[in-house]
């Protein structure tokens, strides 16, 4: 599985971005698509994600109502809408798969490179 996350940039608090995650070389629709981030110093964090499967998505609290996951109809392109963004939103954005579902990172098995976000004024 080859993953790759872009979409990533400076914006103001209140602004929004639309993060990117090209994904390739599934052979079953199973697992997960998940979006993680990661700031100096901090454990790589769960942001949402969408199962493969069904579409089922999860959020964590810290971003529902805010952040919106898709994908498109081919399942290649899974998308991250963020709104509303903060200054905490601030961290390296990553796109993952893993197996199951669910957001603890040590499920995952394949990552992409990280795209950064910079919430400031």
């Known amino acids: 599985v080859q993953l790759q996350a872009s979409g990533g940039g400076l914006v103001q608090p209140g602004g929004s971005l639309r993060l990117s995650c090209a994904a390739s070389?599934?052979?079953?629709?199973?697992?997960?698509i998940g979006w993680f981030r990661q700031s100096p110093g901090k454990e790589r964090r769960g942001v949402s994600c969408?199962?493969?499967?069904?579409?089922?998505?999860y959020y964590a609290e810290s971003v529902k109502g805010r952040f919106t996951i898709s994908w498109d109809n081919a399942k290649n392109n899974v998308y991250l809408q963020m709104n509303d963004l903060k200054p905490e939103d601030t961290a390296l954005y990553y796109c993952g798969y893993g197996p199951g579902w669910g957001l603890d990172w040590r499920q995952y098995t394949d990552w992409g490179r990280g795209t950064l976000v910079t919430v400031s004024s």
């Open positions: 070389g599934f052979t079953f629709d199973a697992g997960v």
């Open positions: 969408i199962s493969r499967a069904d579409g089922g998505t």
